[in-house]
Nanobody, 133 residues
């Protein structure tokens, strides 16, 4: 079965850290661009970060720059989102999505936007992140 599975969410105090994982099964993530998205209570889904499928270029939403880091480990077929200095406004369900063969995705010059969710090939089920004291 071809799927993405997120893990690593949980409850953390403000200022804390979490590392989310997006693991693929049934296919290799090595040539896929990956986007991390989140949807907070009563909010629309938004792109948080992405990593390119061909040169590992990364892009971050302004509000997470300097706090979040996206990376991939092809040997483990997993993409990570390291989240530090978490804030209550980071509370959301975080999902990863993968797309292959779209050269401009996460390039910085995609006309659809820097971190968009259009025509992704695979989606994970999401993992809850709650930042609260």
């Amino acid at each position: 079965q071809l799927q993405l599975v997120e893990s690593g969410g949980g409850l953390v105090q403000p200022g804390g850290s979490l590392r989310l994982s997006c693991a693929a099964s049934g296919f290799s993530l090595a040539s896929y661009a990956i986007g991390w998205f989140r949807q907070g209570p009563g909010k629309e889904r938004e792109g948080v970060s992405c990593i390119s499928g061909h040169n590992d270029n990364t892009i971050y939403k302004d509000s997470v720059k300097g706090r979040f880091t996206i990376s991939r480990d092809n040997a483990k077929n997993t993409v990570y989102l390291q989240m530090n200095s978490l804030k209550p406004e980071d509370t959301a369900v975080y999902s990863c999505a993968a797309v292959q063969g779209v050269f401009q995705y996460c390039s910085g010059y995609d006309p659809a936007g820097p971190i968009h969710d259009i025509d992704m090939d695979y989606w994970g089920q999401g993992t809850q992140v709650t930042v609260s004291s």
